[in-house]
Structures are given as C-alpha cells and as structure tokens.
C-alpha cells in the first residue's frame, strides 16, 4: 500500500556475486535520507551484503535466479527485505547458529545471520523450503540531535564541568 | 595489492587494497596463496589500510589462509583494520588466532616491494 510509508523503493537483480556491491550501495544511498551517520550506514552496507549473498549462494547455489530488495522508509527506522525464491532454510534456527554453516568446504565462516543480527535492530527469517527464504531487517536510525547532546556531555565530563 | 617481503625477517606483507565480499575472494584467495607459496615467510601481514569494506565471506577467506600459512610454519597478523571490520572480527572472535598488529612494524622492517599482484 503505497503512502503508508514516507519511502520505499524495490530492487531486482539477477543472482550475480557482481551484484552484491551494487545492492549494498543501492541501499545505503537510499537510506542515506535518514542522515545516518557513518557507522549506521556501514552496519546497514554489511547486513545488506550478508543477505543478499546468502540468496546467490544458499538460495539459489550459484544458478540464476532473481533476488529482490525492498526498503521501507518510515520516522527514523528502515525496514530492508531480503528476499529469493529458491531452495529455502530446512531449520532456521539451526541456520541461525554463530558458525554453522552447510558449505565449509568453500571457505565459509558461518556468520551471516549473526552478523545481520548484531548489526541490526530487527531480524526476522521467513523461509519455505523449496519455495524461497525472506529476510526482513529493520535499523532505527539515531537522531542527529542526541549523539551530538551525547558527545557534549562527554566533552563537559572530561573537561570536568 | 602491494606486496612487500623482508628476506630478512622472512616477512610478507600484503596491502589488500578492495573491497572484500563474495564475488572479490576468490581472485584474492588465489592471488595470495600464489605469493605465500613463492615465499614460503615465517610472518604474513594483511594491511586493511585500503580495504573500505569486508563482510563475513572475509572471515572465511582469513580463516582460510591462516591455515595454509600456519600449515608452512608461518604465522598471520592483521594491521590498518577499520572500526567497522574490527567489529565484524570482534563478533567472529578471529581475532584470538589472527591478531591485529601495529603497522609501524612494517615500515621498521624496511621491506622492499615485490611487486603489485
């Protein structure tokens, strides 16, 4: 429903490694809007590259398919879906788990969802198997006014005021 | 990359300078086995001092070269990192086996450069 939101915008590209970038800057210049600061940004590059590899690699083990990324815009949060339709999670909570992964062979640490986890505010996994996975991840962003009030607060503390 | 070798020290030192993901591994993971084959050094040195962003396929990747140099009897260390890869070693806790150094040290060694792979 369009206008609930006070932003949103829709990405589809085809499972390409080369298509990670392209979507991790794609959202950061979308969440940009927010006026993030550099470490927000950064936190939401990773996440956005976690998933998005997850669907060329997991989803559709490196055969063509299309991945979507939708981002919602709303006060000062984002809200960034992940989404494929390939071959889905058997155990979400198993796929979860700090350092398990199905593909050690190739040099995988594991840490993905652990990484989209502590990085962001939210994460919820949908996934069906055979059928495709959804990941939805929501960022509050931090009001410009509060970090500076917070570094004015350090600055009197060590000055000793 | 830069590469820097100090015979002295059997040394090697290797500015990564891309960003690290899925799709650039590969050819990273190729490219420095090559020059940790050909010097066979006692210390490897990533310097992340141009790499503006790393996810978790880098910790793979890490992971993966600590143990072809550990295996030829070398050790690996990790210098320049940015406060956003430094977290993402922080939560992978990588950091117990490949430790990050100060990149002073590179520069005390006075290392030549042996070429840009």
């Known amino acids: ?161 | 990359m830069e590469c820097i070798y100090i015979p002295k020290d059997k040394l090697l030192a290797i500015k990564i300078a891309e960003e690290i993901d899925e799709n650039s591994t590969e050819k990273l993971r190729r490219k420095i086995d090559n020059e940790i084959t050909r010097f066979m050094p006692r210390k490897v040195i990533f310097d992340f001092g141009n790499v503006s962003f790393m996810d978790s396929a880098g910790i793979g990747m890490l992971l993966g070269r600590y143990k072809v140099i550990r295996m030829l009897g070398g050790n690996l260390e990790l210098t320049n990192v940015n406060k956003q890869i430094e977290k993402i070693f922080e939560i992978s806790g990588i950091l117990k086996i490949i430790p990050l150094t100060k990149s002073e040290e590179i520069c005390e060694y006075g290392g030549k450069n042996v070429g840009n792979i």
């Open chain 1, 1 to 161: 429903m369009l206008g609930i939101y006070d932003n949103e915008m829709k990405l589809e590209f085809v499972s390409k490694s080369s298509n990670e970038a392209f979507a991790r800057i794609s959202v950061a210049a979308f969440a940009s809007q927010l006026d993030p600061s550099i470490d927000e940004l950064a936190d939401i590059k990773t996440a956005v590259s976690e998933a998005v590899t997850n669907c060329i690699i997991h989803g559709y083990e490196n055969t063509m398919g299309i991945v979507k990324v939708e981002c919602k815009l709303k006060n000062n949060w984002i809200e960034i879906q992940v989404s494929d339709s390939g071959k889905g999670i058997e155990d979400i909570e198993l796929a979860r788990r700090p350092l398990y992964t199905t593909k050690a062979n190739l040099e995988r640490s594991g840490m993905g969802f652990t990484i989209m986890e502590s990085f962001m505010d939210e994460l919820k996994i949908e996934s069906i198997p055979n059928m495709g996975t959804k990941i939805t991840m929501k960022k509050y962003i931090m009001p410009l006014e509060e970090e500076s009030k917070d570094g004015q607060e350090e600055c009197k503390q060590k000055e000793g005021i």
